[in-house]
C-alpha cells in the first residue's frame, strides 16, 4: 500500500529485487490475508478525499486547538441517564463561565451510527480515514418544565480552555436507534487529573441546579413519546380543603403523616426520629384517593414528586434515585394493587411489589421522601405488606361518602345550579352507595341535557333527569366505572 492509501504498482525490476528472481514468494496465512483485505476495505473502498476542505478536518482541528495530537491524550468518560441531557447540558455551560473558562463548540458530521463508538474510535477514524469531520452541532429540544422547552447540544465538541490548559469535550445525548440509551462526556485533555476534576465539578453543578427539583414529574415510558426520555411535566395541582370531601377528622391523619412531618422535620431529627414515611389510602374506586394526592401535592410546593402507575411502575428505581437526590421528595404509586402479584421483568420470583417495598426500606432513615401509594384491593396488597412490615406507616381507608358527603359533594360539583333544598335532598337520598366520581358525572350530566334543550341555564329538572338515566338499567355497567359497588345499584 502507498502512503495515500491507494494501491502501490511496482515495476518488474522493484519485484524482483523485493521478492528474488524466479522465486514464488511465500504464501501468506489466513491471519494476513485478513490484515491485507482490511487494509485494502480501509484505503480502496473508503479513501480520503483528495477535495475534502481543510477547514473540515476534525483531527486536524482538534490538533490545532489541544497542541498535540488527539490520541496523545487521555480520554476520560461518564455516563448520566437519558433523561439527564438537560441537566448535564446546563452544568456545562455553567462551568465554562468560571474565570478563565472560555470554549468553541463544533459539531460533527460522519458515519450515521456511531452511536456505539468511544472518543478514541471516533478520533482514529477521523484521523485515517477521514470518516468524521466537523460539521453543524446537533440540538435536542427538551421541556425542562411544563411550559419551557430548552435546546440542549445532543452531539458536539466543546474546545475549551481554562487558564493554560485546552481539552476537548464530546457531550452526546440518548440515541435509542444507534444502541446508545444514555448521555455521555467524553473528556481529552493533557492529564487524566484535570479531567477527573473537571466531570466531579460537572456532577456537582447536575446535583446543585437539577431542573427537576421542585417539578411534579412522571414516568410513562418512552414508547409513549411523551416527555423528556420517560418523564411528563405536569403543573401543580392547587387544590384547598374546600376541595376535598371526606369523613370528619381524616383529612388531619393524612396531612399529619406526609404535611406535618415536612413541617417538622428539624424537630423530628433532633429527636432522633426518622423522617422517611409511607402512606397508603385504600378504598373503593372513585372515593377520592387521587383526589387527596393531588391536594398533598398542593401543600408541598417545594417538594419534587415523581408519579408512577400503570406499567411506569417499572421505574421504581429511577424515581427512587432521583428522590434521593432530589429531597425533600414525594414518591407517589397508584394503583399498587395492580403490581401486587405481577413478577417482575426478571423472571424474579418475588411479586414486583416487593421490589417497590424493598426500594422503600432501602432509602435511610434520615432521608426526606415520603411514599404515597392507592388502591382499591387491598385485600392484595395485605400480604406483601405484613411480609415486608415498616415500610407503610399508616394505612387510611377512603371510604364512599355517606349522606352529609354526598351532599357536600353536590354542593362542590354542582356550585351555581341552585338546586333548592328538596331537589338537593331527593338526590341525596336516591343516591346512597355512590363515589364521588358519580357525583361529579351526574352534575356534568346535567349541564349537558341543558345544553341539548338549548337552555339558558341548568335547571333542576336537567339533574333529576340525568339521575333517572345514570340510576337505570341500561347505566349499570356506566355506575360499575364510576365506581358503584355491583351490589349496591340503586
Not at 494476513?32 to 479513501?47: D, M, N, S, T, W
Not at 417499572?314 to 394493587?337: F, N, Y
Amino acid at each position: 500500500m502507498g502512503e495515500s492509501g491507494g494501491l502501490e504498482i511496482v515495476s518488474a525490476a522493484e519485484y524482483e529485487r523485493r521478492y528474488g528472481a524466479g522465486r514464488e514468494p511465500s504464501p501468506l496465512s489466513l491471519e494476513q490475508v485478513g490484515e491485507l483485505f482490511h487494509e485494502f476495505l480501509a484505503a480502496v473502498a473508503r479513501p480520503k478525499p483528495k477535495d475534502q476542505d481543510p477547514a473540515r478536518n476534525l483531527s486536524k482541528r482538534l490538533r490545532d486547538h489541544l497542541g498535540t495530537a488527539p490520541a496523545d491524550r487521555p480520554v476520560v468518560k461518564a455516563a448520566y441517564p437519558p433523561y439527564d441531557l438537560p441537566n448535564v447540558h446546563l452544568a456545562l455551560e455553567r462551568w465554562f463561565t468560571g474565570d478563565g473558562r472560555s470554549y468553541e463548540l463544533v459539531g460533527m458530521r460522519g458515519a450515521q451510527h456511531h452511536g456505539e463508538l468511544t472518543l478514541g474510535d471516533i478520533l482514529e477514524a477521523a484521523d485515517r480515514y477521514d470518516r468524521f469531520t466537523i460539521g453543524a452541532v446537533d440540538y435536542a429540544h427538551l421541556p425542562i418544565s411544563p411550559d419551557e422547552e430548552l435546546a440542549c447540544v445532543s452531539c458536539g465538541f466543546y474546545l475549551g480552555a481554562d487558564g493554560d490548559d485546552r481539552f476537548a469535550v464530546l457531550l452526546r445525548g440518548p440515541a435509542d436507534e444507534y444502541g446508545r440509551n444514555k448521555v455521555e462526556m467524553e473528556v481529552l485533555a493533557q492529564d487524566k487529573e484535570f479531567a477527573d476534576r473537571l466531570l466531579a465539578e460537572i456532577d456537582r453543578l447536575v446535583r446543585e441546579h437539577n431542573i427537576f427539583q421542585g417539578q411534579v414529574l412522571s414516568f410513562e415510558g418512552s414508547e409513549f413519546g411523551h416527555g423528556l426520555g420517560p418523564f411528563r411535566f405536569h403543573r401543580r395541582p392547587g387544590l384547598t380543603r374546600e376541595d376535598i370531601v371526606l369523613p370528619e377528622g381524616l383529612l388531619e391523619r393524612v396531612e399529619r403523616q406526609v404535611v406535618g412531618v415536612a413541617r417538622r422535620r428539624e424537630q423530628l431529627r433532633a429527636a432522633g426520629q426518622h423522617l422517611r414515611r409511607g402512606l397508603l389510602l385504600y378504598g373503593p374506586p372513585g372515593t377520592g384517593k387521587t383526589h387527596t394526592i393531588r391536594y398533598l401535592l398542593s401543600h408541598l410546593p417545594q417538594f419534587t414528586v415523581v408519579v408512577l402507575s400503570g406499567t411506569g411502575i417499572d421505574a421504581i428505581g429511577p424515581a427512587c434515585a432521583l428522590a434521593r437526590m432530589l429531597q425533600p421528595a414525594l414518591v407517589v404509586l397508584e394503583d399498587c394493587d395492580l403490581i401486587a402479584e405481577a413478577r417482575d421483568h426478571g423472571g424474579g420470583e418475588q411479586p414486583l411489589l416487593f421490589q417497590v417495598l424493598n426500594e422503600m426500606d432501602g432509602l435511610g432513615d434520615d432521608a426526606d421522601v415520603a411514599f404515597l401509594l392507592t388502591t382499591n384491593r387491598a385485600d392484595l396488597l395485605e400480604p406483601a405488606l405484613i411480609q415486608r412490615p415498616g415500610r407503610v406507616d399508616l394505612a387510611v381507608e377512603i371510604p364512599l361518602p355517606d349522606a352529609q358527603g354526598r351532599g357536600r359533594l353536590l354542593d362542590l360539583y354542582g356550585a351555581g345550579l341552585d338546586l333548592g333544598k328538596e331537589v338537593a335532598d331527593e338526590v341525596v337520598s336516591r343516591t346512597e352507595g355512590t363515589t364521588a366520581s358519580f357525583t361529579k358525572e351526574l352534575v356534568r350530566r346535567s349541564v349537558l341535557i341543558s345544553a341539548e334543550r338549548e337552555a339558558a341555564r341548568t335547571e333542576p329538572v336537567d339533574l333529576l333527569a340525568a339521575l333517572d338515566e345514570l340510576l337505570s338499567d341500561r347505566d349499570q355497567l356506566t355506575r360499575r366505572l364510576l365506581g358503584v359497588r355491583v351490589g349496591g345499584d340503586v
